[in-house]
């Protein structure tokens, strides 16, 4: 099911709206975290103008996905098991609802975080719409977009923070942009794999040489 949904404007990744179906549950640890890591993900991705326009991203046994178009970013927090195409839809219906609202001098003129509440209550109407995967409604939409495939990138969160404050810091020294291969977590791997055997063959380099050298 949906979790948490935030709509923040990607200029400057200020938060505008969100489900005030988990307004009570702001002293709630686990939802509070979560509701940070959507924040600092809307952060990340306005500071970015050429990322990918939708992404989902894995953390845990959930998955953060967002949309953005016409500068405002649409991000939905999820289950990694609830259907991806089907959270794509709810947010396309969010995106359709806020081009609707007629609030758009406000909605880039605003510095208060959170203060679209009319919009937020239009959240938690359409989500109420997309907790039941089995509905008639949600299942023909599945049915619909079975054979469309998804133009979206999937990484993990860490693995997208990680990169993006690197290419803060090779952006603001070129140097530095050379020794971020070395953070990847490709080489990572290799070095995980292959240094226990790169170690074991020294170890026998070094008995062999040591073995030639006595008897000579």
Known sequence: MVKLTIVGRVEDGLPLAQDQTYVNQQDNASFLFYKQQAELLLKQISKDPLLHPKMSILLDHHSFHFLVEKNICYIALSDSSYPRKLLFHYLQD?????????????????????????????????????MDTRT???LSKLNASRKQELDVVTEHLNDFMQRRQLSEISSLDPRMSVSTIW???????????????????LVILVIFKSSFDYDR
């Not at 953070?183 to 063959?201: E, F, G, M, N």
């Open 94 to 130: 969010l995106r359709k609802e806020l081009d609707n609202f007629g609030e758009t001098a406000l909605i880039q003129t605003t510095s208060k975080p959170y203060s679209f509440v009319r919009f937020s209550k239009i959240i938690g109407r359409i989500r109420k719409q997309y």
């Open 136 to 138: 008639q409604a949600n």
């Open 183 to 201: 953070c990847s977590r490709y080489l990572q791997d290799i070095a995980l794999k292959w240094t226990p055997v790169t170690i074991i063959i």
